[in-house]
């Protein structure tokens, strides 16, 4: 148990926190969430050491072991894997221990060693290393690569995989997904929701906290709010406190109409009956995250283009790839306006070349790929923050694209991406990765493109930030293609996805939820026939093969039986609720109190039946998996 109590905080002289207290449980999923600067960082220097409170008091436990994953990028002759390895600094230590001893020819210490290497599982540290490596994105031929080969955000999920080789009791994990494209997001995902430590998570990617987390510390005013659930649950309960507040209601309003809006939209346009009714299921929730985000700092729509074409953009049987070979091939299809695409498949698949395809930047192998007429691309990409003028302010980076535009104008939408003020004015360089990110942005949706290509838009960006970005693209009227590993925003703004897998670009039949079971199955399997072939085929190892496929088996056959229990309990709740609510006494006044009280519960019931549904189709999927492989 970790207790902060009564403590305060001042950096640059002013409070982070101020007579704030919260208990910390062993055990506990914590998403850490909060504005920028509301000290979430700091809170994880507390607990490390690495600063000391003001006042108050901090209680954490002698022997509690702390994970960090470090921010920096360690420069490192080791190879992937070995480096990997160092981030359990109990094996390395007997390894050491163990040379020594057989250099003494000390057989005792020896045997000894070797007892405690079996205990920690020493013997699997490397392939424990390489299955790390593997679902971050790493291939088998990346893992004897040195770590100086890799570019920034690679030696960033070096750090994350090292951190996890040996977590401890506490993990504190600062942004992990930054750098992580969908599929190792995912895979990220899962290892977390079955570690059974203490995690405390800063993220800015709701679905990712949905899954990963059942409390939210909210860092607000100085002071800490402990949450039982996860993000929605804690954007269902803080939009009902904002909504008692009367100067936001109709901001509040006004965001649950351009939500129906645009899912009205989405209704007429979409082309999968699956897709719509995955996007209408949103629209509850939507409502509640609206309210629960009226008082963010970020408003702004990308302006409309003033001329389009149709298409806007048509690839003609085409190749592309680098010295004669190609990485995709016979690419055919058109952009219309409307078209808003999400592309899927693992790293390094071709979907950066896709996007750069559709720049016009490769040369192209065969076929053709002609421009509509009034074509405007806006494009996306993390390397643009690094091409931003570090010594010009947004105001400037405006101007230069639009002499003509007032300074006034410039600064009126500035302020929708929140640089107000003397922010407007300040040179860049000092800037965060965050800002420096809505900047990028901003001057995307400037030039009012009416074809967006969007290549990881999220990264940096605040959960405030990313959803004043969601709804700007749902409003959006012209093409827009994105690949993310932020499944909130593909989910709101996406109307079709595309794989890209294999050389070839295809539509892919199925929503988000799909892929994500597909991804796990298929991690699944892939992990079953590594384990079996790293195995002698002899009797003895094929009765201890059937004894660990029954204990694998065994939860995830009681887990199916309590969820089944779970999700007709739910359904049967859910049905009085609805014939309750169906009754038209309950709408009068009188009944006000109850209505709200039965609604609230309604929605609840819903939300906790739609997350038991999950677990059993994919806790089915698993038990398929491992029974097959048997």
Same mark, same amino acid.
């Given at each position: 148990?970790?207790?902060?109590?009564?403590?305060?905080?001042?950096?640059?002289?002013?409070?982070?926190? $101020?007579?704030?207290?919260?208990?910390?449980?062993?055990? /506990?999923?914590?998403?850490?969430?909060?504005?920028?600067?509301?000290? $979430?960082?700091?809170?994880?220097?507390?607990?490390?050491?690495?600063?000391?409170?003001?006042?108050?008091?901090?209680?954490?436990?002698?022997?509690?072991?702390?994970?960090?994953?470090?921010?920096?990028?360690?420069?490192?002759?080791?190879?992937?894997?070995?480096?990997?390895?160092?981030?359990?600094?109990?094996? @390395?230590?007997?390894?050491?221990?163990?040379?020594?001893?057989?250099?003494?020819?000390?057989?005792?210490?020896?045997? $000894?060693?070797? +007892?405690?290497? /079996?205990?920690?599982?020493?013997?699997?540290?490397? *392939?424990?290393?390489?299955?790390?490596?593997?679902?971050?994105?790493?291939?088998?031929?990346?893992?004897?690569?040195?770590?100086?080969?890799?570019?920034?955000?690679?030696?960033?999920?070096?750090?994350? =995989?090292?951190?996890?080789?040996?977590?401890?009791?506490?993990?504190?994990? %600062?942004?992990?997904?930054?750098?992580?494209?969908?599929?190792?997001?995912?895979?990220?995902?899962?290892?977390?929701?079955?570690?059974?430590?203490?995690?405390?998570?800063?993220?800015?990617? @709701?679905?990712?906290?949905? =899954?990963?987390?059942?409390?939210?510390?909210?860092?607000?005013?100085?002071?800490?709010?402990?949450?039982?659930?996860? *993000?929605?649950?804690?954007?269902?309960? &803080? =939009?009902?406190?904002?909504?008692?507040?009367?100067?936001?209601?109709?901001?509040?309003?006004?965001?649950?109409?351009?939500?129906?809006?645009?899912?009205?939209?989405?209704?007429?346009?979409?082309?999968?009956? &699956?897709?719509?009714?995955?996007?209408?299921?949103?629209?509850?929730?939507?409502?509640?995250?609206?309210?629960?985000?009226?008082?963010?700092?970020?408003?702004?729509?990308?302006?409309?283009?003033?001329?389009?074409?149709?298409?806007?953009?048509?690839?003609? /049987? !085409?190749?592309?790839?680098?010295?004669?070979?190609?990485?995709?091939?016979?690419?055919?299809?058109?952009?219309?306006?409307?078209?808003?695409?999400?592309?899927?498949? !693992?790293?390094?698949?071709?979907?950066?070349?896709?996007?750069?395809?559709?720049?016009?930047?490769?040369?192209?192998?065969?076929?053709?790929?002609?421009?509509?007429?009034?074509?405007?691309?806006?494009?996306? =990409?993390?390397?643009?923050?690094?091409?931003?003028?570090?010594?010009?302010?947004?105001?400037?980076?405006?101007?230069?694209?639009?002499?003509?535009?007032?300074?006034?104008?410039?600064?009126?939408?500035?302020?929708?991406?929140?640089?107000?003020?003397?922010?407007?004015?300040?040179? !860049?360089?000092?800037?965060?990765?965050? +800002?420096?990110?809505?900047?990028?942005?901003?001057?995307?949706?400037?030039?009012?493109?009416?074809?967006?290509?969007?290549?990881?838009?999220?990264?940096?960006? %605040?959960?405030?930030?990313?959803?004043?970005?969601?709804?700007? #693209?749902?409003?959006?009227?012209?093409?827009?293609?994105?690949?993310?590993?932020?499944?909130?925003?593909?989910?709101?703004?996406?109307?079709?996805?595309?794989?890209?897998?294999?050389?070839?670009?295809?539509?892919?039949?199925?929503?988000?939820?799909?892929?994500?079971?597909?991804?796990?199955?298929?991690?699944?399997?892939?992990? #079953?026939?590594?384990?079996? %072939?790293?195995?002698?085929?002899?009797?003895?190892?094929?009765?201890?093969?059937?004894?660990?496929? @029954?204990?694998?088996?065994?939860?995830?056959?009681?887990?199916? $039986?309590?969820?089944?229990?779970?999700?007709?309990?739910?359904?049967?709740?859910?049905?009085?609720?609805?014939?309750?609510?169906?009754?038209?006494?309950? *709408?009068?006044?009188?009944?006000?109190?109850?209505?709200?009280?039965?609604?609230?519960?309604?929605?609840? !019931?819903?939300?906790?039946?739609?997350?038991?549904?999950?677990?059993?189709?994919?806790? /089915?999927?698993?038990?398929?998996?491992?029974?097959?492989?048997?």
């Amino acid at each position: 148990m970790i207790i902060l109590d009564d403590i305060s905080l001042q950096r640059a002289g002013k409070f982070l926190f $101020k007579d704030s207290s919260v208990t910390i449980n062993k055990g /506990q999923h914590l998403g850490v969430t909060g504005a920028n600067g509301t000290g $979430k960082t700091s809170l994880f220097k507390l607990l490390l050491g690495e600063l000391s409170i003001d006042t108050g008091e901090l209680h954490i436990p002698a022997r509690l072991t702390i994970s960090h994953m470090a921010q920096e990028l360690e420069a490192s002759d080791l190879s992937a894997v070995e480096f990997v390895i160092d981030g359990d600094a109990t094996l @390395r230590q007997l390894e050491t221990q163990l040379k020594e001893a057989e250099i003494r020819h000390d057989d005792v210490m020896i045997g $000894k060693l070797h +007892e405690s290497l /079996q205990d920690i599982d020493g013997y699997n540290a490397h *392939y424990r290393a390489e299955q790390l490596l593997h679902g971050l994105g790493f291939s088998q031929s990346d893992c004897e690569r040195q770590v100086n080969e890799f570019s920034g955000g690679w030696r960033i999920r070096l750090n994350l =995989a090292r951190v996890l080789m040996c977590p401890g009791d506490l993990l504190l994990l %600062d942004e992990p997904t930054n750098h992580l494209d969908l599929d190792a997001t995912i895979w990220l995902e899962n290892w977390l929701k079955r570690f059974p430590g203490t995690l405390m998570l800063i993220s800015h990617d @709701r679905d990712f906290l949905d =899954a990963v987390v059942q409390h939210i510390l909210h860092l607000e005013h100085q002071s800490f709010k402990l949450y039982r659930g996860n *993000y929605s649950a804690f954007e269902n309960q &803080r =939009a009902e406190s904002l909504a008692q507040q009367q100067a936001l209601y109709e901001k509040q309003q006004q965001r649950v109409r351009e939500i129906e809006r645009f899912v009205n939209r989405f209704r007429a346009k979409a082309t999968k009956a &699956r897709q719509a009714q995955s996007r209408l299921k949103e629209l509850d929730r939507m409502q509640n995250i609206a309210a629960a985000h009226v008082d963010s700092p970020f408003s702004f729509t990308i302006p409309q283009a003033p001329k389009l074409s149709d298409p806007l953009l048509t690839l003609s /049987q !085409v190749s592309v790839g680098y010295d004669e070979s190609a990485i995709l091939s016979q690419l055919k299809f058109s952009l219309h306006p409307g078209s808003c695409i999400g592309l899927l498949g !693992v790293n390094g698949a071709g979907k950066s070349t896709l996007i750069k395809t559709l720049l016009g930047e490769p040369i192209l192998l065969e076929g053709e790929r002609t421009e509509g007429e009034h074509l405007r691309i806006g494009y996306f =990409a993390q390397h643009q923050l690094e091409a931003l003028d570090m010594e010009a302010s947004p105001l400037l980076h405006l101007q230069r694209l639009s002499p003509e535009a007032s300074e006034q104008e410039i600064r009126n939408y500035l302020g929708g991406f929140n640089f107000h003020g003397d922010k407007a004015l300040d040179a !860049v360089r000092p800037f965060s990765g965050g +800002e420096k990110a809505r900047l990028a942005l901003a001057i995307v949706a400037w030039q009012k493109p009416n074809l967006l290509l969007l290549d990881e838009p999220t990264n940096h960006l %605040d959960l405030e930030m990313r959803h004043a970005l969601t709804m700007a #693209l749902q409003e959006y009227q012209g093409a827009m293609l994105i690949v993310s590993h932020d499944r909130h925003l593909l989910r709101n703004c996406v109307s079709e996805f595309w794989l890209v897998a294999n050389g070839r670009v295809d539509i892919f039949d199925g929503n988000l939820e799909d892929y994500q079971k597909n991804f796990v199955h298929d991690k699944a399997r892939t992990e #079953l026939e590594v384990k079996s %072939d790293s195995k002698p085929n002899d009797a003895r190892a094929t009765r201890q093969k059937s004894a660990a496929l @029954r204990a694998e088996l065994s939860p995830l056959k009681n887990r199916l $039986k309590k969820l089944e229990k779970e999700i007709s309990e739910h359904q049967v709740l859910l049905k009085v609720l609805e014939e309750k609510l169906a009754d038209s006494k309950m *709408y009068q006044e009188e009944f006000k109190e109850d209505l709200q009280r039965m609604l609230k519960e309604s929605g609840n !019931v819903k939300q906790k039946l739609f997350k038991c549904e999950d677990e059993w189709l994919n806790c /089915q999927e698993k038990i398929e998996v491992i029974e097959g492989s048997g």
